[in-house]
């Protein structure tokens, strides 16, 4: 019912720049928390950046300062601006929206997810 498609991963040096896309799709008929996260090599998922609706935002404290994460609610778009990467950003990067679907009996929320794109920082 409801896609999320990533874009914008890649291969950049240390002290370079990416921005990741996250475009949701399908029968949506709102979305309240987008957000990305990520997952390096033998490490659990973690939190990089969320934003409401409303454009309230909360950052891992490691990518404060360096990510922004902004959305445009017309095109069900969210994206994070990744400024002076580090090596240990590396990892595959996640997005997450909860997206209201509508019923029969009303809206129903639940949390999709990307499929994942990879990030990778040389030093």
């Known amino acids: 019912q409801v896609q999320l498609v990533e874009s914008g991963g890649g291969l950049v040096q240390a002290g370079g720049s990416l921005r990741l896309s996250c475009a949701a799709s399908?029968?949506?008929?709102?979305?309240?928390?987008m957000g990305w996260y990520r997952q390096a090599p033998g490490k659990q998922r973690e939190l990089v950046a969320v934003?409401?609706?409303?454009?309230?935002?909360n950052y891992a404290d490691s990518v404060k300062g360096r990510f922004t994460i902004s959305r445009d609610n017309a095109k069900n778009t969210v994206y994070v601006q990744m400024n002076s990467l580090k090596p240990v950003d590396t990892a595959v990067y996640y997005c997450?929206?909860?997206?209201?679907?509508?019923?029969?009996?009303?809206?129903?929320?639940?949390?999709?997810w990307g499929q994942g794109t990879q990030v990778t920082v040389s030093s």
């Open positions: 399908g029968r949506i008929f709102s979305i309240r928390t």
């Open positions: 934003i409401t609706s409303g454009g309230s935002t």
């Open positions: 997450n929206a909860n997206v209201g679907v509508a019923g029969n009996y009303g809206v129903y929320y639940d949390d999709y």
